[in-house]
């Protein structure tokens, strides 16, 4: 197993690469403003973690062996982070969650206004796509992927993956969700970008989609997806806003349903320590190696036992 | 050269087809009320011009001769009309134009509230490019020609195009912008999504874009664009609200520049004809029969005499 400080290091350099990447690639000289409101949203900011998820990945299935794998899971880590971006853009405005604080700054609408703020998100999906679908002239990823990779993210960020996720919240606030509800909902709004992060790295190899693999990473894609939003949860419930980078607590104000809300605490943090040991046995069940799938091992850790 | 039955036929056929894969290819059952919202904003709607440039190029580059082709320029017309609806969707709410007809019915904030409609235009842009990226189960159209068109359409409607048209139209609220800041301006707003109908027709079809055909189909594009604003601002300054659809003389009255109040009524009628010169110089100059490029042609016609 890959010791704790090859994956900080691999962290490291994984951060550097995607960062630079989208240094390169979101556009500085965008018309009257936009550009620098497309680059305040993205540049310098969070844990990266879907990144992280595709480049993990990418590298457990051999893919980054080769220029090609390794651009791509580049692009695919950039286009991932591109849409989580632009939905936490949209997300915070004030018809949405009306949020001024993230990440420790000022919401993009607070501090480029709500029309650039809108915009600004629009062109941040569009240009995941583009990122995806390079000239041969920029690169030397096939058409079979780029199509393959467009495919995923289209489809997890859509009205089946993360926007239908937003409608089922929207439509949640005061309402009385179950727990199967709010497990579908989250699944969408969350689980999906994360679950298709794991799924795009793998499709950077030449995994079918029909193999044991390929459906072994899903499932850990999903049993972290909705880990990712219970410990979101129980975080929102716990720690400060200072701790958080943003406002704490608002989910209870605002009288929607959580995991802590429905569960309890005690209960949310064993459900989220539960998928921890389903993540762990879909990797086991990949046959993948132990070294390949480690840094996968240890971002399912993190992800579980993060506190902010 | 096709007579104009024909050509009215030809239309009518384009629009059913369309019409019958939106309302196909765009959910009834996205959650919460997201399906509703999205079919709201793109079925029954508009005169679907980007989606009639789209196939009438690619049957003037013979695409639609096989089964792959027509398939493939079906999605890319579905795909730019959805990418059209979005845009406007967002263009109509409360922090951009704060537009409540549109079509004559309400607009979608107005009908389904600000949150909703946010979602929607996000999801529908989503949508448009999962039209594009099909399972080898759904549809023969190749990786190659996916991604294409995929590049292609994100191209258009990003930071580069319509989004940062968008942009410099909202910083030139009260500015005085000059015509080639204008020209500039609506070249990216409305210019690049109808250029780039006509490119991903013809991207149905095998011609390399360093043909003389592309580039002349490119060319007339270009004019066709640039023409369509420079008659809505025409027809902005002289045609009451009830004939246009949605509320008349709204740039005039917010300040914006437009062509008329830059160039007064008869010059910028003057240019929008100038265009439909280059645009039938252009095709004359493709090196496709006047058969194959006739619907263009013709659609050349209406884009500018149009009356609403």
């Known amino acids: 197993m890959t010791a704790a ?4 290091q691999w962290n490291a350099t994984v951060l550097v690469a995607v960062e630079r990447a989208l240094e390169s690639w979101v556009p500085a000289d965008a018309p009257a403003g936009l550009g620098q409101a497309m680059r305040y949203a993205v540049l310098d900011g969070g844990k990266r973690l879907r990144a992280l998820l595709v480049m993990a990945a990418a590298d457990a299935v051999g893919a980054t062996a080769c220029a090609q794998g390794r651009d791509a899971a580049l692009r695919a880590a950039c286009a991932v982070e591109l849409i989580h971006a632009y939905s936490l853009v949209h997300d915070d405005m004030p018809c949405m969650d009306n949020d001024v604080l993230r990440r420790g700054k000022p919401t993009v609408h607070v501090a480029f206004g709500e029309a650039q703020a809108m915009l600004a998100g629009d062109a941040m999906q569009a240009l995941a796509f583009e990122v995806l679908t390079p000239d041969d002239g920029e690169s030397a990823v096939d058409a079979v992927r780029q199509a393959r990779l467009c495919r995923l993210l289209a489809r997890a960020s859509g009205h089946a993956g993360m926007a239908g996720g937003q409608a089922i919240d929207l439509a949640s606030v005061g309402s009385a969700l179950n727990e199967p509800a709010l497990r ?3 699944r969408r709004k969350t689980g999906a970008l994360l679950r298709a992060s794991v799924q795009l790295g793998a499709a950077c190899g030449d995994l079918a989609e029909s193999s044991p693999a390929w459906q072994a990473l899903t ?3 999903e049993a972290m997806g909705l880990a990712f939003q219970i410990v979101d949860d129980v975080l929102d419930a716990t720690q400060p806003s200072d701790t958080l ?4 607590g608002k989910d209870a104000d605002a009288n ?11 209960a949310a943090r064993a459900e989220a320590e539960s998928l921890l040991v389903q993540a762990h046995a879909s990797l086991a069940a990949s046959g993948l190696s132990e070294a390949a799938r480690a840094p996968l091992a240890l971002l399912a850790e993190r992800i579980v036992h993060r506190i902010h």
Chains 1, 2 share one sequence.
Request: glycine share 16%; proline share 8%; no cysteine.
């Open 5 to 8: 400080p090859d994956f900080e």
């Open 256 to 266: 929607k349903p959580t995991y802590v809300s429905l569960l309890g605490l005690d």
């Open 184 to 186: 579908d909902m989250h």
């Open 219 to 221: 499932g850990y894609g």
């Open 245 to 248: 980078g943003k406002t704490a």
